[in-house]
């Protein structure tokens, strides 16, 4: 089988810490042989720290396109070009796996879903969650039936104090928000996910951006007030055609002690279940939870548990996400996360921002533009 080939563009952290070790694992199914990045520099340095021999290194990503050998491109950039560089790509006769969040609004989404549709390339978006090993356990759950009918849900994705301090995360004409485009979109993406209902009816929200002056405590180091121009939490109220609903709450940083991220809660007609972190323990939890015979039961799954000689702890979600996404391509089945789902992820989050500036209820199927 001919090895894939693959370019990075965008050689920043998430290339760094997610995409490389990945992909180093799986030197026998895909080479990455481009790496580009507007300070040439950074490509160079990522191409060197993981030994890549002889690398094509560039500084517009356009030259990278014109490699009629690279199969796939992995997108890594500020979240503003995610939409111009994959549509190029795919325009390029290339698959794309994109970083979260999928575009900056429903406009630029959209249009990643029809070329994608129109030029049979492949295209998935990076909600490395869904391969956690309790995502992976719920989702199960969920798709077998066992909490019946899921008719209200809640997506956490809040932090005491956890503003990215690095890159360009405070900046909204290249971000398109704050902490709700950020980490709100992998909460709701998960909770989504696991009720498969993708059929919305209406969203309203709110955001704040209240703390911005109190920058100390930070995990990544104080942040300067006066670059900081998104919200830094979110909350809102999502409506399904079918009756359920989801309670979205994203934060970098708010006074709450109920801090969670990219976890779900969700009540069904049979049961429910939490993701929760377990402070005292120091894990994070996935609990099951209904009646039986007349009493009330909870069923903790303990997270990290795993048989002693498998070596899960090797294999990281990361590794899971990209190890599927590559044999999509190669045995040409769906990625996990398809676009019209992370579509869906993308038209939502625009609402909570539309809801939030006009103070009205946004009717789904009215928002496009
Ligand atoms: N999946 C996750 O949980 C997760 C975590 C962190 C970041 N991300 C996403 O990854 C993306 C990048 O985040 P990051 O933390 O790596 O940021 P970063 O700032 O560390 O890296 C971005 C890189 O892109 C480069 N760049 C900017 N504009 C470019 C252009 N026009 N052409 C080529 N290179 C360009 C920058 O020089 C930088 O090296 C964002 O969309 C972010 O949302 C996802």
């Not at 039936?145 to 503003?163: F, M, Q, S």
């Not at 120091?282 to 939870?289: A, G, Y």
């Not at 040409?332 to 006009?358: F, G």
Request: aromatic share 8%; net charge negative.
């Amino acid at each position: 089988m001919r090895k894939l080939k693959a370019g990075i563009i965008g050689c920043g952290s998430i290339a760094e810490q997610k995409y490389m070790p990945a992909l180093m694992k799986l030197k026998e199914k895909v080479e990455v042989v481009s790496f580009c990045n507007r300070h040439l520099d950074k490509a160079q340095k990522l191409a060197e720290k993981f030994h890549v021999k002889q690398p094509d290194l560039y500084k517009n990503y356009q030259d990278l396109l014109q490699d009629e050998s690279i199969d796939m491109i992995f997108i890594c950039t500020p979240n503003c070009f995610h939409s111009e560089m994959t549509v190029a790509s795919l325009e390029a006769g290339k698959h794309v796996m994109c970083e979260k969040p999928m575009a900056i609004n429903t406009k630029e989404a959209k249009r990643m879903l029809e070329v994608s549709e129109k030029t049979g390339k492949k295209l998935t978006i990076g909600y490395q969650n869904r391969f956690r090993k309790d995502s992976l356990l719920l989702k199960k759950a969920c798709d077998h039936g066992d909490l019946g009918e899921i008719y209200a849900a809640k997506a956490h994705a809040v932090r005491r104090r956890g503003v990215p301090t690095w890159g360009v995360f405070m900046n909204k004409e290249l971000q398109g928000g704050g902490s709700l485009i950020d980490i709100g979109t992998h909460a709701l993406d998960l909770a989504l996910w696991c009720m498969n209902n993708y059929e919305v009816d209406s969203v309203t929200g709110v955001t704040f951006n209240k703390l911005k002056d109190q920058n100390q405590a930070n995990l990544f180091g104080p942040w300067d007030p006066e670059t900081f121009d998104v919200e830094e939490s979110a909350l809102a109220f999502i409506k399904m055609k079918n009756g359920s609903v989801i309670h979205l709450e994203s934060a970098w940083a708010l006074h709450t002690l109920d801090d969670r991220e990219a976890m779900t809660t969700l009540s069904g007609t049979k049961g429910g279940a939490v993701m929760q972190r377990n402070k005292a323990a120091n894990r994070d939890e996935l609990i099951f939870h209904g009646d039986m015979y007349g009493e009330l039961y909870e069923k903790t799954i303990d997270n990290h548990s795993s048989i002693a000689y498998t070596p899960s702890s090797l294999i990281t979600d990361a590794d899971k996400e990209i190890g599927q996404w590559i044999d999509a391509l190669i045995e040409e089945k769906d990625p996990v996360v398809t676009p019209y789902q992370a579509y869906v992820v993308t038209k939502i989050i625009d609402a909570v921002y539309r809801s939030a500036e006009t103070g009205e209820t946004i009717i789904y199927d009215e928002l496009d533009y």
